[in-house]
């Protein structure tokens, strides 16, 4: 049996993100659900099921970005889909 493949969507504790996730979960995928509140992500991720795992991630932190390669590395172990549905303004002034 192949290897249960691993996807990280960014922005998922909820809309377009979450959806994503749950659609994946529903194909068979072990989903990382991420946002900057890990405790919305981890209810998000609660949710959806049991194939879904929740980390903390602000993807406009390169320390956030570090800590949650970290954690991938600790936990599952690869990553093999990305999703970068978050949006994050590059200035504070917005785009
Ligand atoms: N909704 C639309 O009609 C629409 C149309 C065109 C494009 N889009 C694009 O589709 C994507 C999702 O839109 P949406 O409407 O579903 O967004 P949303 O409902 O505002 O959801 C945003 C999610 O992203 C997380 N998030 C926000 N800033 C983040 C950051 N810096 N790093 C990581 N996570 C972050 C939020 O949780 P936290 O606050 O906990 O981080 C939340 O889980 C965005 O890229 C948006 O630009 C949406």
Do not use: C, F, Y
Not at 5 to 19: F, N
Request: aromatic share 2%.
């Amino acid at each position: 049996m192949a290897e249960q493949k691993v996807a990280l969507v960014t922005g998922s504790a909820g809309g377009l993100g979450r959806e994503v996730g749950r659609q994946l979960v529903a194909a068979g995928i072990h989903v990382i659900i991420s946002a900057r509140r890990p405790e919305a992500a981890a209810v998000a991720a609660a949710d959806i099921g049991a194939t879904a795992l929740s980390v903390g991630l602000d993807v406009s932190s390169a320390e956030s970005v570090a800590a949650a390669v970290r954690e991938l590395e600790a936990g599952p172990g690869r990553l093999d889909i990305l999703v970068n549905n978050a949006a994050a303004a590059a200035t504070r002034r917005g785009w």
